[in-house]
């Protein structure tokens, strides 16, 4: 059934309260209540109830009512999360997705680009990643904050799909950016995406699961990592990200259920790098690592 995640950001003493609070007085209804620091640089932390979309107004109210209590009550949010069902899930595909300045759209919305836009084409097709799910459009986000703040000179996309995130990276920054999945119809559909948006020169595709390929060796080290498949493979690969990745190096990671993700940030850490942010969206997280 659709779900309803209802959310606040809170520092680490006010989240203890909060959760403590909001525990005791929907322990009855059952709803499921996590906490995870989404800012480890900043101390923040965020604290989600999750209900069933034709409760999410009532429970809503009541969590307004429960938070009132405190003396700085803080403001809350709430997202609806996607029921999914993959065959309208593909047919998503014909919507454009905006993050940041990133437009990924299909071959008919080409009239919806702006100036300022970094418009990116993608079908939907044979390769998963059209930009409308939660871990895409995490990757996406986390990409363009990084952007922001500093240039990465030589990327990796592990796991690439539809090369949406390479491109991504190659049009934003200009850099060549390693490609590698491990479909090989998937690395042909990212070599030619690359080149119908005009990067085919930057993007590089291979085929290799996970790091098996000679490339990698060759290409090495990068100083950005961004790599969306799924927990258990991701924490796998930790010892490899660590020994591709340049000291001082991001990883972006993606693919991560809400509550998988203290395992994956704790197999990260074993390795020597620092969690610096979770992201959540759609019931999904993207978390940035620093080696
Ligand atoms: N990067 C795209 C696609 C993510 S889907 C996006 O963000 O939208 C995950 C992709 O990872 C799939 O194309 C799948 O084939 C690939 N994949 C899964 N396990 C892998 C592994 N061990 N090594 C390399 N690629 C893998």
């Not at 090369?163 to 190659?170: E, H, S």
């Not at 493979?233 to 591709?244: D, E, G, T, Y």
């Amino acid at each position: 059934m659709a779900q309803t995640r209802i959310f606040m950001n809170a520092s680490r003493s006010e989240a203890d309260i909060l959760f403590k609070l909001l525990d005791a007085r929907f322990e009855e209804d059952g709803l499921p209540i996590s906490v995870f620091e989404a800012d480890e640089e900043n101390g923040r932390f965020e604290i989600s109830l999750y209900a069933e979309r034709e409760e999410a107004d009532r429970v809503f109210q009541e969590v307004d009512e429960a938070v009132a209590q405190l003396s700085a009550p803080p403001q809350l949010f709430r997202e609806d999360l996607p029921d999914i069902d993959w065959v309208a899930h593909s047919l998503e595909g014909l919507k454009p997705v905006r993050v940041g300045r990133f437009l990924i759209h299909g071959s008919h919305d080409r009239n919806l680009r702006r100036i300022g836009d970094l418009a990116i084409e993608i079908e939907a097709g044979l390769a998963f990643g059209t930009g409308h799910h939660g871990t895409t459009a995490g990757c996406l986000q986390a990409i363009a904050d990084l952007l922001k703040r500093e240039k990465p000179r030589n990327a990796l996309d592990l796991g690439t799909g539809s090369a949406v995130l390479a491109i991504a990276l190659a049009r934003a920054a200009r850099i060549p950016v390693l490609a590698t999945d491990i479909d090989p119809v998937a690395t042909q559909v990212a070599a030619e995406n690359a080149r119908l948006n005009g990067v085919g020169a930057l993007v590089e595709a291979h085929t290799a699961p996970g790091f098996h390929n000679r490339i990698f060796a060759e290409r090495k080290p990068f100083d950005l990592i961004v790599a969306n498949i799924l927990a258990r493979p991701l924490m796998r690969l930790a010892p490899q990200m660590a020994n591709h990745l340049t000291p001082g190096g991001t990883l972006i990671l993606s693919g991560i259920l809400e509550r998988q993700r203290d395992a994956v940030v704790a197999s990260y850490v074993n390795q020597g790098f620092r969690h610096i942010r979770t992201q959540a969206r759609e019931g999904w997280v993207t978390i940035v690592l620093r080696r």
